[in-house]
């Protein structure tokens, strides 16, 4: 099991829940679990095409082609500023 976590007023309507589970049996990228679950992350995939979405896997900071397993946790924000990737989002 897999739990996402989605954080931002700009994600939290595209979702259910703030806190989601799913099941992995085996080790997949982020965009592959996100493409994987439609009906409970669906709403994230337009954040992802257009690259807006931050990653994080176990407090790391991390991109949609890291690797995931079970027991990992993931957090998603909204990277609003497109000249600023990964940890320059946190640290301009």
């Known amino acids: 099991m897999v739990t996402i976590y989605v954080f931002g007023q700009t994600l939290l309507p595209c979702v ?3 806190e989601i589970q799913c099941e992995v049996l085996e080790p997949i990228t982020v965009r592959m679990l996100l493409e994987s ?3 409970k992350l669906g709403g994230l995939i337009e954040f992802m095409t257009k690259s807006e979405l931050m990653v994080a896997v176990n407090q790391k900071v991390s991109t949609l082609e890291s690797k995931v397993k079970d027991g990992d946790r993931i957090k998603l924000t909204h990277q609003f500023h497109p000249d600023h990737e990964g940890i320059f989002w946190h640290n301009p």
């Open 16 to 18: 259910e829940e703030p």
């Open 37 to 39: 679950n439609p009906e």
